[in-house]
């Protein structure tokens, strides 16, 4: 008797463990299909644009919704200028801080500085945007922009960088605060990898007579390179599609200009301001071909992110 | 001075400059978090009273009113988000780290739960609008719920699947050796192990969504007016804050440094939280 109960016994839980990682497997793949799924909609709202421009879509300057035509190159500029500028100012000082964080800071202060840096993460986006229009934007606008272009809009290369109208609004100031938002992600990326480095290495070249700064040089950035690398493509796939902070100061302007003063718009800030009030199919459609592009560029950026940080794990037999 | 001894100088001085420096990045870091955090509570103090929570947001141009609609919407489509997403991120967390870790297909699966997990939020808030609003013909708070949802997903996917796999094996082992089905080591020996690391997950995908903004603008919309029907469009925290801010009435814009304040003392309770949990488990 104990038999047959302890066979029906095995057959239910058989049944039950299968149904569980049944189940589990579905949430599994639920996941991989979701993010293919985003892909696949945003596309097919995309079509009418896609199908009435062509690939002129992507390449054509102007965008005018009172004429119903529709082209991405202003947004996608926008995009992407903002986002360099960011890098250009995140990653020196995201490479200090963690240099600071690994080598220079006293050990009672490496806590509470990476924590706090690690909340200036945590601050919500829209904070960042309300900050930067009411705060840094009349700040930028009385002090430094006005001196920004007299004193370097004249000069020969450069030149053209800092002229226009010094309102404190504009593709710069978006690089600016998109920087102050990516400065935790890829520091903490930064100061993690750098944590890796074997001591022993580490104390061979101080052993051999190295300063902190060449050992920074010559042996811990040649040792995670392959992963600062994927830390500075994670902060730059964040910048990509970052929407409120910089839909509060880039001032939504559609033209291209090489000056830093000058307001713009990027992919995101664009799908903010416009969608809810998209009425033309045909509106509502760029902007959804608008957001696949976004979509496709920040894919590749993760990517390519995330292959650079898998390396850093291979090497280490994890 | 011989060569070497200059040498030796410029190295020494690079060396300096280069600490210098680091100082300072970490300086100007720091700097940016105090000056933001500062102007968000004194802005948002001023403006801060229970008229806040008592009161309806104010049509353009009057001079009274608060955000009780858009905190109560705020709530619950966060909360709708947390309970739909949760489960299904614990349930393919698990399959992660028990069933194909180390296999391709698992590989692949953390692959792209993290490229959604640093996705922008407006992609998956367009993404929803087609998957949601589009067909049933409206703006909800459910839409809202769902986009915020895609949000929590991926995080609670990662943390548990982190935590599970940090279970030592012997407790695995010990537990099948005892006979046990695996359904039950997942559930009753895995997730009792993991569980403070899955809520401290759970916890911060909160407070990450608590500020969220992009995704509810063409999900949720905004509703000047009270509503708890999730089928009927619905304000948010953020939401208004964006209205408001954007705004040429200054009485909005003082709303709007309110919310900011509710919002950033939110997210910020929740990670001081979320962390608590974690060391109390150490």
């Known amino acids: 008797m104990t038999n047959i109960q302890s066979l029906s016994r095995t057959k239910t839980d058989t049944r039950n463990d299968r149904l569980f990682s049944l189940t589990v497997a579905v949430a599994g793949f639920f996941v991989l299909i979701s993010l293919f799924a985003a892909a696949a909609m945003m596309f097919k709202g995309g079509w009418q644009a896609f199908s009435t421009f062509g690939m002129g879509f992507l390449f054509d300057a102007n965008w005018d919704v009172a004429q119903g035509h529709y082209g991405a190159m202003v947004p996608i500029f926008g995009t992407i200028i903002t986002s360099l500028i960011a890098l250009l100012i995140a990653v020196p000082i995201s490479f200090g801080i963690a ?16 924590s706090a840096i690690e909340l200036l993460a945590g601050i919500p986006s829209i904070i960042f945007g309300m900050w930067g229009l009411f705060i840094l934007v009349p700040f930028l606008g009385e002090y430094v922009f006005p001196w920004l272009s007299e004193n370097l809009g004249e000069k020969a290369v450069i030149g053209p960088l800092f002229q226009g109208p010094p309102l404190g609004i504009g593709v710069g100031t978006a690089g600016l605060v998109l920087a102050i938002m990516i400065i935790p992600f890829i520091s903490s990326v930064m100061r993690e990898v750098f944590l890796t480095v074997p001591t022993q290495l580490k104390e061979s070249a101080y052993a ?39 839909t509060f100061v880039i001032g939504n302007a559609y033209e291209i200009s090489a000056g830093l003063l000058n307001p ?22 760029s902007l ?22 898998r390396q850093l794990k291979k090497r280490d037999g994890n | 001075m011989s060569s070497t001894q200059r040498l030796y100088n410029r190295r020494r001085f690079y060396n300096a400059a280069t600490m210098v420096l680091s100082g300072l990045a970490t300086a100007f870091g720091l700097f940016f978090l105090v000056w933001i955090l500062f102007v968000t ?8 009273g229970l008229h806040l929570f008592t009161q309806m947001t104010p049509p353009p141009g009057e001079e009274t009113g608060g955000m009780l609609n858009a905190l109560v919407g705020s709530l619950m489509m966060c909360l709708v988000a947390v309970l739909m997403a949760a489960p299904i991120g614990i349930a393919a967390g698990t399959y992660l780290a028990e069933y194909v870790n180390y296999h391709w297909i698992g590989e692949t699966i953390r692959f792209v739960n993290d490229i959604l997990l640093s996705a922008p939020s407006i992609v998956l808030g367009l993404f929803v609008f087609t998957l949601v609003v589009e067909p049933t013909g409206g703006f909800s708070g459910w839409a809202g719920a769902i986009a915020l949802g895609f949000i929590v997903l991926p995080v609670v996917v990662r943390t548990t699947d982190e935590m599970i796999r940090l279970v030592p094996v012997q407790m695995r082992e010990a537990a099948l050796s005892l006979g046990i089905p695996q359904r039950k080591v997942n559930t009753q020996i895995l997730y009792r192990a993991a569980f403070p690391g899955i809520l401290t997950g759970i916890l911060l995908s909160l407070a990450r969504i608590s500020g969220e903004t992009a995704p509810l603008l063409f999900t949720a919309l905004n509703n000047q007016y009270w509503n708890t029907d999730m089928s009927k469009p619905m304000a948010s925290v953020p939401g208004v804050v964006f209205q408001f801010a954007m705004s040429p009435f200054e009485y909005w814009n003082k709303l709007a440094w309110a919310g900011a304040l509710i919002v950033t003392l939110f997210v910020l309770l929740i990670s001081v939280f979320a962390r608590v949990v974690l060391a109390r488990k150490k």
């Open chain 1, 99 to 114: 240099i600071f964080l690994t080598e220079l800071s006293p050990n009672w202060l490496r806590i509470p500085v990476s």
């Open chain 1, 264 to 285: 713009g718009t990027s992919i995101a800030s664009t799908i903010a301001n416009e969608f809810g009030e998209a009425v033309d199919p045909l509106h509502k459609s």
């Open chain 1, 208 to 246: 051999l007579g190295s300063t902190t700064t060449e050992v920074v040089w010559n042996i811990v950035l040649p040792y995670t390179r392959s992963a600062v690398i994927g830390g500075i493509f994670l902060g730059l796939g964040r910048a990509l599609g970052e929407t409120m902070a910089v």
């Open chain 1, 288 to 309: 959804l071909a608008l957001g696949f592009v976004l979509f496709i560029l920040t894919f590749c950026v993760l990517s390519i992110a995330k292959l650079m940080l």
């Open chain 2, 41 to 48: 509570f004194s802005k948002g103090f001023d403006a801060l």
